[in-house]
């Protein structure tokens, strides 16, 4: 799982009110490369939390991203790879995603989450 999904994610159990960011819980992570598009990223960058990438980064040990962003640093070339590689090329492969409000958490096996409720969740 990307940390774009990651940062897409929330928790759906019904009166949660805090759903967002889910915590990551890292068992196993892979770097996978992928292809740069500095265009992508530019247009993605609106639409990313900013603290819950930057946190769940460093879950993975990735410390290269600054704890805040804004649009002008889409100018630099360094600051790009550093958005792209965290964005797109971290993968959580074994883990969980825990919901900040209940500690509901949702395994992910084989870079895929389970975010399925229970019965009693919906």
């Known amino acids: 799982m990307r940390l774009l999904t990651h940062n897409m994610l929330s928790c759906n159990i019904r009166g949660v009110t805090k759903a967002f960011p889910l915590e990551l819980e890292v068992e196993n992570f892979v770097t996978k490369g992928v292809p740069f598009n500095p265009d992508f990223l530019k247009h993605i960058f609106p ?3 900013w603290k819950a990438l930057h946190d769940a980064a460093k879950k993975m040990d990735d410390n290269d991203l600054p ?3 804004d649009a002008s640093m889409l100018e630099n070339d ?3 790879h550093r958005f ?3 964005l797109l090329e971290l ?5 969980a995603l825990i919901c900040p409000e209940t500690g509901r958490r949702f395994p992910v096996n084989k ?3 389970n ?3 229970h019965e009693d969740e919906v």
């Open 78 to 80: 360094d600051f790009l």
């Open 47 to 49: 639409k990313i939390e």
């Open 111 to 113: 870079g895929i989450p």
């Open 67 to 69: 704890e805040q962003a």
């Open 115 to 117: 975010m399925l409720l």
């Open 91 to 95: 993968h959580l492969e074994e883990g």
């Open 84 to 86: 792209h590689h965290a």
